[in-house]
T-cell receptor, first 113, second 117 residues
Framework: KQEVTQIPAALSVPEGENLVLNCSFTDSAIYNLQWFRQDPGKGLTSLLLIQSSQREQTSGRLNASLDKSSGRSTLYIAASQPGDSATYLCAAPFSGGYNKLIFGAGTRLAVHP | EAEVAQSPRYKITEKSQAVAFWCDPISGHATLYWYRQILGQGPELLVQFQDESVVDDSQLPKDRFSAERLKGVDSTLKIQPAELGDSAMYLC???????????????FGPGTRLTVL
């Protein structure tokens, strides 16, 4: 059974810190990995998509890496801001799933001034 | 910028009543997904359509849930009768294609927050 795990479950940091969110998956046969942001009571906003052939993707202050062999992905947020406070979810479609995403439970991030 | 539309945004209903949610995917997206997200957890797929056909409904509680996408565009998810445990966020997503071997980015709508009393 494919499983996605995110550590830590919650994180509180002062503004300006660089931080790393971790995502691990049990089956290395993934086709891509997506990172999402979710604000309280809202839908999901796609942040980054890493194809299985790629090692990393960057968007502004965000950088996501993918290591299929170790079953890990990390989301790096540089110079965190209070506006980054949200829940961050990772998800991947596994083989045989017709693009069905398996999600982690998310990391709840709070950036305080 | 194209977005996935969902309505209503919030729904409060009593146990045993019927509820329905609507989703309009991004224009041209062949694949449509309905996910359910219980508070504090990640979303889980309920049903996936490729055009008007269901390709995965293995996690859909078929005794009370139904979903349709009659013309391969917008979709409706229905619950009849609603139970207390159905309280959750219902998310709709779409992607250009979901056939195995062609995995594409999914785009999510704002969701419908359902509360069953």
């Amino acid at each position: 059974k494919q499983e996605v795990t995110q550590i830590p479950a919650a994180l509180s940091v002062p503004e300006g810190e660089n931080l790393v969110l971790n995502c691990s998956f049990t089956d290395s046969a993934i086709y891509n990995l997506q990172w999402f942001r979710q604000d309280p009571g809202k839908g999901l906003t796609s942040l980054l998509l890493i194809q299985s052939s790629q090692r990393e993707q960057t968007s502004g202050r965000l950088n996501a890496s993918l290591d299929k062999s170790s079953g890990r992905s990390t989301l790096y947020i540089a110079a965190s801001q209070p506006g980054d406070s949200a829940t961050y979810l990772c998800a991947a479609p596994f083989s045989g799933g017709y693009n069905k995403l398996i999600f982690g439970a998310g990391t709840r991030l709070a950036v305080h001034p | 910028e194209a977005e996935v539309a969902q309505s209503p945004r919030y729904k409060i209903t009593e146990k045993s009543q019927a509820v329905a949610f609507w989703c309009d995917p991004i224009s041209g997206h062949a694949t449509l997904y309905w996910y359910r997200q219980i508070l504090g957890q990640g979303p889980e797929l309920l049903v996936q359509f490729q055009d008007e056909s269901v390709v995965d409904d293995s996690q859909l509680p078929k005794d009370r849930f139904s979903a349709e996408r009659l013309k391969g565009v917008d979709s409706t998810l229905k619950i009849q009768p609603a139970e207390l445990g159905d309280s959750a966020m219902y998310l709709c997503a779409s992607s250009p294609s979901g056939r195995e071997g062609r995995y594409n980015e999914q785009f999510f709508g704002p969701g419908t927050r359902l509360t069953v009393l």
